[in-house]
């Protein structure tokens, strides 16, 4: 077996995927087949004895659509790519404002004679003076309006033909029908003035222009996927430092051999893999493990590509190259992730299928019927255009993006921003909700939490502590200096500042030396804890990080008067919001199973995770393996979603049924998740889950109402009445009714407003 991917083209829907899927699906040979509409990519797993790509790429165009092997490309070609789809959104924004611009006039002219108070029309334009000027006003800027919008009618009668109809099919049977009958009546003014009365132009013109307006926003939607994928690949640098025969050289990354050494300075980003052979140093991996607190780095330590380093020159020998980095990997598991996730199949669609053909069959057996009864042809085409025209699916079409559009709407005005229907539709079904810790959970900043010394007032002690870190760039140095300021304490002048990478700092104030570090510092100067031994092992069981402060009496100049002593310790970590354990609970009462998944190590993760309530931890995960957590729990029948907000999480964010990223997190993350979390608050999670609920009860009534009126109307128009008491229902009434159904639909989903998250 063998697992290969296409490039599919054509498809508008999730019924297109659906009808790729079944005719792929359904080759000898084949044991999966899935369809991302999204990406337009056709994942499928076959036997390459039994199946050939060529035979694969036959059965999807017999189907109506475009296929061609899909192949890893380099920037360049995805550049080009990315080129021609932001053209592709150009050109469709173009021809939306354009026929919203003919939109209004048409609009002006065939209803401004409806409204309560006079509307002002030049005498040639009158329906009642010159009914032919008017139907012909109306007759160009429909037929320019559809013209723009020929795509529906070129994708849904091909949709149609091949058997598998659309949301397109339905958009081009209704406004076609509409267009047809307004030009057959358009052509009876001259003999029947009163046929005026009868013209459907707008009805026609502004179901293309709305459709258009949710296909521009689809497109928007497709690119942000791909920018999410670029910005990932972005964050390595083109080009690396090789140390050959002895010599510096700049090279491109893509000429970097395996085993090669590399210079890295501070301040430079990590081209590659690799392993530090030389050197000590402190790199941040905040936007690949989502850890706010840099690692120390020495001789046998590994290094990620994309990462930053911040202090001293490091040479690493290169392990991973090309698609074997860990960031290449990290592209390559999103895009994965984006072909295993099945397209949500809208109900529209689905009922689509079955609604389309029914109606045009009920219409013409009507027609049939009626002519076989001897009826004129003005009758029987009344009969047709009647059944059409009631059954014209814009109230079908409407039931679905319209709760959509209000509860995105909604969820926006809470600060939740939806970026896709098909996460709202599907948030409610979420039974498992797995969450970052760093910047989900916690704050992802690091903070003085606790100050201990028996030497020292608290003050005191963060007072020196502050004065010595002001020249530190490392993040636990400037929490110490944010908290000294945030308790408005005046800072000491700090001499002869020294960066210890991987243990601390040293610094002289007045005549005497003070290092602050880890217990690394405290061993290297030869120093015991002492009183301060049990402080420090109670706050790393807090899953928090101790720094001792260490005074020596006398600075270096003078030999040092005393041995150096610890006088307390600062310990610094990353707080707990202070609504996470609340929503955690809040989620719990829905019956959602809550998983904290964390790259930290798992004494600070189960502290933490007890702290604020979650089901189950699981700690010290890689980036790929996030993804691979939630991918189990899909397995295991489990509907998911992710909440995180580094770059680590993107993955995982993808691989999720819903990924929801946190506001303030990574612009990757955002990009990658469904839903964006503007206040950064996990109460929103709950409050996301609540407006899917709420929207998808909305969106079953509105098809129920949309139904309701096909099944009262379709009888009528085509002739029930008038085989009882001879009442035939006109296309006036049929489209009245058309229109009032549309209505209700969109009254139902404004009452969306009015839920109180």
Not at 194 to 203: C, D, F, Q
Not at 405 to 418: C, D, F, Q, S, W
Request: charged share 20%; with cysteine.
């Amino acid at each position: 077996m063998i697992t290969k991917q296409f490039n599919i083209g054509g498809m508008s829907c999730a019924a297109c995927s659906s009808a790729v899927e079944r005719v792929t699906g359904k080759l000898s040979g084949v044991t999966r087949s899935s369809v991302n509409l999204t990406t337009g990519i056709l994942t499928i797993t076959f036997d390459e004895q039994a199946l050939s790509d060529e035979e694969i790429i036959r059965k999807v165009e017999r189907a109506g659509f475009q296929a061609e092997l899909h192949t890893d490309k380099n920037k360049e070609e995805k550049k080009e790519e990315e080129a021609e789809m932001e053209d592709e959104v150009h050109r469709t924004r173009t021809r939306l404002i354009v026929n919203i611009i003919l939109a209004v006039p048409l609009l002006y002219i065939s209803m401004g004679h409806m409204v309560p108070f006079p509307m002002p029309l030049p005498a040639v334009l009158d329906m009642h003076h010159s009914p032919l000027n008017f139907a012909l006003a109306q007759l160009i800027l429909t037929t320019v309006i559809l013209f723009n919008g020929r795509k529906f009618y070129l994708v849904g009668f091909k949709s149609l033909f091949r058997g598998h109809p659309n949301m397109d099919s339905l958009v081009a049977i209704g406004t076609g029908s509409a267009y047809l009958y307004s030009l057959v009546m358009t052509f009876l003014i001259r003999s029947d003035s009163t046929a005026v009365h009868h013209l459907y132009y707008e009805s026609a013109a502004i179901v293309v222009t709305l459709v258009m307006v949710g296909k521009y926003m689809e497109g928007r939607s497709k690119n942000k996927t791909k920018d999410a994928i670029r910005k990932l690949m972005e964050l390595a640098p083109d080009t690396a430092c090789v140390l050959r025969n002895g010599e510096q050289t700049e090279v491109p990354v893509e000429q970097v051999r395996q085993d090669e050494l590399i210079l890295i300075r501070p301040g430079d980003k990590v081209p590659l893999d690799g392993i530090i052979t030389e050197g000590r140093t402190t790199v941040d991996e905040s936007m690949l493990t989502g850890e706010s607190i840099p690692a120390e780095k020495e001789a046998g330590s590994e290094v990620i590509g994309g990462s930053v380093n911040y202090q001293g020159a490091v040479t690493v020998r290169v392990t991973r190259v090309g698609s074997e980095t860990t960031l290449a990997k990290i592209v390559k598991m999103m895009e994965d992730a984006q072909g295993r996730k099945a397209p949500i199949s809208k109900l529209a669609d689905t009922v689509a299928g079955y609604f389309v053909p029914a109606v045009m069959c009920i219409a013409f057996i009507a027609a049939i019927v009626w002519a076989l009864l001897g009826h004129d042809a003005a009758f029987v085409l009344t009969i047709f255009v009647s059944v059409l025209v009631i059954a014209c699916p814009c109230a079908l079409g409407l039931a679905t993006p319209t709760a959509i559009m209000v509860g995105t709407g909604l969820g926006a005005g809470n600060g939740i921003l939806i970026k896709s229907g098909e996460a709202l539709e599907i948030a409610h079904k979420a039974d498992a909700v797995v969450l970052d810790k760093t910047g989900t959970i916690t704050e992802g900043k690091p903070a003085v939490m606790q100050i201990v010394s028996h030497e020292e007032t608290e003050e005191q002690l963060l007072r020196i502590a502050a004065s010595c870190e002001q020249a530190s760039e490392h993040p636990l140095g400037r929490a110490i200096v944010e908290e000294a300021r945030g308790r408005g304490l005046g800072l000491l002048k700090a001499e002869e500042f020294q960066s210890v990478t991987g243990q601390g700092i040293e610094a002289v104030i007045g005549s005497d030396t003070y290092y602050i570090g880890n217990r690394k510092l405290c061993e290297s100067l030869g120093i015991s804890p002492g009183p301060y031994r049990e402080a420090a092992e109670e706050i790393a069981a807090k899953g928090q990080t101790p720094m001792f402060v260490i005074r020596r009496m006398g600075s270096p100049e003078d030999g040092g008067k005393e041995e150096a002593v610890p006088v307390g310790i600062i310990s610094v970590a990353d707080p707990v919001k202070e609504t996470s354990r609340d929503a955690i609970a809040r989620m719990k009462e829905l019956g959602i199973q809550v998983y904290m998944l964390t790259g930290d190590n798992r004494l600070t993760a189960e502290y933490i995770g007890g702290k604020v309530g979650v089901d189950e931890v699981v700690a010290e995960v890689l980036p790929q393996d996030k993804a691979n957590v939630v991918e189990k729990l899909q397995k295991e029948g489990r509907c998911v979603m992710m909440v995180g907000d580094g770059i680590n999480d993107a993955p995982a964010l993808v691989q999720a049924d819903v990924g929801v990223a946190i506001g303030s997190g990574s612009d990757i993350a955002i990009d990658s998740g469904d839903m964006v979390l503007m206040k950064s608050d996990l109460n929103d999670v709950y409050k996301a889950i609540r407006l899917s609920n709420a929207t998808i009860r909305n969106i079953k009534q509105n098809l129920f109402w949309a139904f309701f009126y096909n099944s009262c109307g379709i009888p009528l128009a085509a002739g029930a009445l008038y085989a009882i008491n001879g009442t035939l229902l006109n296309p006036v009434f049929a489209g009245l009714a058309m229109s009032l159904s549309s209505v209700t639909v969109v009254g139902n989903a404004l009452r969306l407003r009015r839920l109180r998250l």
